[in-house]
């Protein structure tokens, strides 16, 4: 029955809960990490590759960024329609096509015959399949994990940092062994094992594609609609009672307009179509605000600002700071161990201990996110008085480590609007990132084509990142509260559902 089918779950409650935190989740697991490893590994490391950009096609510092920034932006921007995608079509289709995507771009970069053809091919394709891929493999791994969700997510992440650090010293070898396009043709062709990890991803939860298509072949039984009227909006699968969600209401309304119109066809009326039609819209419009209510919310508000001057100032150091080095003459060429290997390696530590910290019940997330963007202001601030590689060296690990602070978006996130919130309000605030990300390097490339000197833009890089710090640090504290609210919320009832999180990075 199509009342058993809404809840978005090919399994009852009571066997899903056997899979759960073990078996073949750790399977997915380990499938997840090389998926995000092999998509991010390219992207992560992109600073290798730009000054081989910047000899080839003889453009601009500001256009060319562009290329880096793009990847790494356009996943970000577009993380609801990924998460759209995973939704309604399952991580193991995703992630086919994104590998599909990934390889593509990677391969087809390879030819490209100036900076706006690589705009496209790496900046855009490349940085859709990501999106999907992070998407995908978010969701699928949340599938199968509920009390250990945080390890095993925390583990999935840290597939991009590890990917990052390994590809900067791999693709720096192979531009040497085979030159730029060699290079990007290997890469692509190593991104197609995406499709192989898919197999792996074996789904818990049944896609809200195929929810619509069984409940089109069972349009046929006459007293389906009779029981369940289209007002009702409970169930009982199993045993208990539960509310359905706003998404899970939608999904119903698509099917049963798809049954009513075919038992009604032979006498549809005019009446009956604005009848449907209001469903719609009465659905559509209790998403719409159930998506705005929390862009009330001060701190949620404050956080979307600081994430945008984090991304708009601590992003362009991946991709410049190899050209930094070379443009002060600190080194004769890329090193054995890149910056941009350190970075990402650093970062992958900074997700495991800030995301460990989040946990101590006496630190205030908030404000410990406020940290990382005091401290990775200040270490940007910093670069530009360098002298020697190795300050460069530790600069790179500050930098990466507090930038480990994309641990704690979906976990400040949940404590501020609650989980039910959690996909719209983090798709809003990925979004801000992402526009960011997309601004960052073009703008410290244009004041370096400008000045001629790196030093104007990581001032410019670290004066946003304390801002936002600041910015964050004043809009949470307690003062601004004229009485002191529950931040877990007691109405919220949180779940292994993992449909409500398909988007978290």
């Not at 730009?50 to 290329?67: I, R, S």
């Not at 996943?75 to 390889?103: E, Q, Y």
């Not at 004043?474 to 409500?500: E, H």
Request: contains cysteine.
């Amino acid at each position: 029955m199509l009342s058993c089918n809404i809840q978005a779950d090919s399994m009852s409650p009571q066997s899903s809960k056997k899979v759960l935190d073990g078996g073949w989740g750790w399977v997915i697991v380990v499938a997840c990490f090389m998926a995000q490893f092999l998509a991010y590994g390219s992207p992560q490391s992109v600073g290798v590759l730009y000054p081989e950009w910047l000899n080839t096609f003889q453009e601009g510092k500001g256009m060319t960024a562009w290329v880096g920034s793009l990847v790494s932006g356009v996943g970000l921007i577009a993380s609801p329609v990924c998460s759209a995608c995973v939704d309604n079509f399952g991580a193991r289709p995703v992630t086919i096509f994104s590998g599909v995507m990934v390889s593509g771009g990677l391969m087809l970069s390879a030819f490209a015959p100036n900076v706006q053809f690589l705009i496209f091919s790496y900046g855009i394709v490349v940085g859709l399949g990501c999106g999907l891929v992070y998407a995908a493999t978010l969701t699928i791994t949340c599938q199968y994990f509920d009390k250990r969700r945080g390890l095993a997510l925390g583990i999935v992440t840290t597939g991009t940092s590890v990917g990052g650090f390994l590809y900067a010293t791999a693709q720096n070898e192979l531009v040497a062994l085979f030159g730029l396009n060699g290079c990007l043709l290997i890469v692509g062709a190593l991104a197609l094992n995406l499709i192989a990890c898919a197999g792996f991803m074996r789904p818990l939860n049944m896609p809200g594609y195929y929810l619509k298509q069984k409940a089109a072949l069972e349009r046929t039984e006459e007293q389906l609609f009779e029981k369940l009227p289209a007002d009702n909006l409970k169930t009982t699968p199993g045993a208990g009672e539960k509310t359905l969600t706003i998404k899970d209401l939608l999904i119903t309304i698509d099917a049963k307009d798809i049954t009513v119109t075919e038992k009604n066809k032979s006498f549809m009326a005019g009446s009956a179509i604005v009848r449907i039609i209001k469903k719609k819209h009465k659905a559509y419009s209790k998403y719409m605000n159930s998506t705005a209510d929390f862009l009330h919310d001060r701190n949620f508000m404050a956080l979307c600002i600081a994430i945008f001057l984090f991304t708009l100032g601590a992003f362009p150091p991946v991709l410049f700071m190899e050209d930094v080095a070379l443009s002060e003459g600190l080194t004769d060429g890329v090193s054995i161990i890149p910056l941009v290997s350190i970075v990402a390696i650093m970062t992958g530590v900074g997700k495991l201990v800030l995301g460990i910290l989040a946990d101590v019940i006496w630190i205030n997330s908030l404000f410990l996110y406020a940290f990382t963007l005091l401290g990775t202001g200040t270490a940007l601030l910093l670069i530009p008085i360098s002298k020697t590689y190795i300050e460069l060296q530790v600069l790179s690990a500050v930098v990466g480590f507090f930038s480990g602070n994309w641990s704690l978006t979906s976990y400040i996130t949940t404590r501020i609007v609650g989980l039910d919130n959690l996909t719209q309000a983090h798709g809003i605030l990925m979004f801000f990132g992402g526009f960011g990300i997309m601004i960052g390097p073009p703008v410290v490339g244009w004041f370096f084509d400008w000045t001629q000197s790196y030093d104007l833009a990581f001032y410019f890089s670290g004066c946003s990142v304390l801002l936002g710090g600041v910015t964050l640090f004043l809009c949470t504290l307690p003062c601004w509260d004229k009485k002191k609210v529950d931040i877990d919320r007691p109405d919220i009832q949180y779940t292994s559902n993992c449909d409500k999180i398909a988007s978290v990075a």
